[in-house]
C-alpha cells in the first residue's frame, strides 16, 4: 500500500502551529486536537516539527518555566519527510530507523498530508484483516 492510499483514507490535513507559539500554547493545542506532533510552519512554509516527546524533553531539562519559551526553541529542524508515491513499507524503516512516530508528507515542495505510527499500525491491521477473509473465503469455498 502506499502513502497516497493511507492519505485518502484518513484525509490530507495537516495540523500546524508557529515557531513563535509558546510551549503553553502547543501543548493546549496537541491536547485539545488529540494529535502527539505538529508541523511547524512560518510565512516561509514548514521549518520544523514538534512533538509532545520534544515537551517533555524540556520539562525535564528546564522545569515548567519552559511553557513560556516558543516552539522554535524545541522543534527538529531537520525534517524527515515522504512522498504519497512511497509505500508503507518504507515508511515504516523510516520511522523505525530515525526513531519518529510522525512523518509529514510532501509532494513536489508542497506539504499534502502526515502519516503517524498509529496509522502505519492501522493500515497493517486492515490489511491483515483482508488477507484473512481473503484466506478464508478461499479455504471455504475451495
Ligand atoms: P515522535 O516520536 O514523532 O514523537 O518524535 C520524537 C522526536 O523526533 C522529537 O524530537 C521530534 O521533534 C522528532 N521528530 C518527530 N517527527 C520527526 C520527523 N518526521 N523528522 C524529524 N524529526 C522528527
Redesign the pocket.
Known sequence: MKIADVLRNKGAGVLTVSPDMTIAELVAGLVTRNV??MVVVDATGPVG??????VL?SLHSHGVDVLDRRVADI??T????CTPADSVDVLSGLMTT???????VVDGGALTGIVSIGDVVKTRMEELEAQQEHLEAYITQG
Not at 98 to 104: F, I, L, Y
Request: aromatic residues 0%; charged residues 25%.
Open positions: 502527539g506532533a516539527i514538534v512533538s509532545e516527546r520534544d524533553r522543534m527538529t531537520q525534517v524527515v519527510t530515525n526513531r519518529v512516530r510522525h512523518v509529514p
